[in-house]
């Protein structure tokens, strides 16, 4: 069975994914005002291939719609997963004015 936890420090941390109490996965944040930024998305090799970073990715962006937080996607994963699919993240997507 899969588990997400959330393990912040005053401005760094991660968000965890556990398979049978194995971490199997994590992303690398940080939460600055409101801005949620995401740098790394890891994913052991034993679990790739069976959604994980995915799992990661709802928990990422299901905390910043909780916390009224804009994602900044450092991280090319998710990057590339807001790229494909910007209506369903749009609303949490930070973009710089231009």
């Not at 936890?5 to 994590?26: H, P, T």
């Not at 992303?27 to 994980?52: P, Q, W």
């Not at 994602?71 to 590339?80: D, G, H, Q």
Request: hydrophobic share 35%; glycine share 6%; proline share 3%.
């Amino acid at each position: 069975m899969e588990t997400i936890k959330l393990v912040l420090g005053k401005v760094r941390g991660e968000i965890q994914l556990f398979s049978d109490d194995k971490k199997a996965g994590k992303m690398d944040i940080s939460i600055i005002g409101n801005k949620l930024t995401v740098y790394h998305t890891e994913v052991d090799d034993e679990y790739a291939g069976n959604g994980f970073a995915k799992l990661l990715l709802n928990e990422l962006v299901t905390y910043a719609r909780e916390n009224d937080l804009k994602i900044v996607p450092l991280c090319p994963y998710v990057y590339a997963q807001f790229k494909r699919s910007p209506e369903q993240y749009d609303d949490v997507w930070f973009k710089e004015d231009k």
